[in-house]
């Protein structure tokens, strides 16, 4: 039986708040786990960035990515680790450099899923580049951008095809203003999707491997107060069709850490942006959330790390497309999507390392989050974010919320 020591690696940027408790509670607990043969413990690191050999070899079993959508070094390090290592990352970095939004909606299109009717429009100027000319003058058809507007029926979205943080994002009620807003949008290729409104409940469903929560979002709040704390604001059967809409996402594009949002409508839940592959992690946006968060990306990996998952080269989308083409009921069709989504994941086998092998995690976390060492973290967050004189006042108010959410989890443990 051998002594292994399993490397977690974090590939962060402006993350604060979330690495702290992270490692934190890591160390507390202490792990020694017998698995097949070895007892393993487990280590996290931060990663550095630095020129690196092609050949380098990589200490890191698993890596927990947030700069892959943007710090392309990093990607190209996380490629080239899991190419010539076998490294484990969150996320697959292949799906997430291609997959825009548009692939996305596609895709959950040809599934079934009830993505608002899109249509992605030419930009409206371009920077020049020596075949645009000919390029255009021989191809780009005229058209009016009024047709497609009354064709979708007012009001509609317009956002870029492969947006995120609410760049460019414009709600448009007439033909008037979106001729306005497409000539306003530059080079940047749009979309126009019909509007879910009025919508009655807007949810964002976070995923980190198989385990999903769902939050009640307030768009319209400020900042500090977007993600609700309500409980059981959906009925069972909605939370149900949630998470598997979810996890059926994050299966088939490959992303352990990723967070979809939808708006219900008449009772139908419309999914509008599932293609975030870097979701929110901070404190002050999560607040009462951010203890999950961390929980739950303790034991994700550190049983991708135990168990030596294996990253999926290849997507398996043939597979869902057959189940799609059939003539199957939609639910039935997501029924099947989920079993391969909880197969991918390995549910059941990571139910059951969770509970042999990190059955303290909830206590640990939970003393943890009581704390000066938390307590620093949160307000390390809010110094960054808030101007000095609200730091004393958001630093108590996130504090506090999390001490609620200390209390919620033991009041449904009991
Ligand atoms: N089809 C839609 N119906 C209603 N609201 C929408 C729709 N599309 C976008 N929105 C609103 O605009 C916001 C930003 O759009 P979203 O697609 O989420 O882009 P981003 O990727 O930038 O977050 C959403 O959170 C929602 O409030
Ligand atoms: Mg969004």
Redesign the pocket.
Known sequence: MAKITRKIGLSLGADICWPICYEEILKRLDLNIEFEGDTLSFESSRLTIEPFSLRQSCQYEVVIDRLTHWYHTSREWIKKSIVMDDLYVFNNPWTLQSME?HTSYSAMMRLGMSV?DTWLIPPKSYLETPDLQPTLSRYARLFDIGKVGESLGY???M??YD???????S?IDDSETLTRAYDESGTRVMHL?????P?DC?VRCVGLGPQVRIVN?K?DAPLHDRYGMEENFVSAKEEKLLRDMTLVINAFFGWDFNSC?A?RRDGNW?P??F??GCPDSQVTSLHFHFPWLIKANLRWSIFCAATRRNMRLNLDWPEYFAIADSDLSFEEKLAKYVARAEERFETDRFEEFCSKHLSHLDDVADEFFGTDIAMDAVRQKVEALFPAHEIDEFTELFWQRIQNSRTTAASTHA
Request: net charge positive.
């Open positions: 939004k608002p009001p509609v979205f956002k870029p947006g995120g943080a609410w760049v460019g994002v709600k999707q019909k509007a879910v409104l919508f807007f979002y768009p949002e708006l419309n509008i942006d293609a975030n």
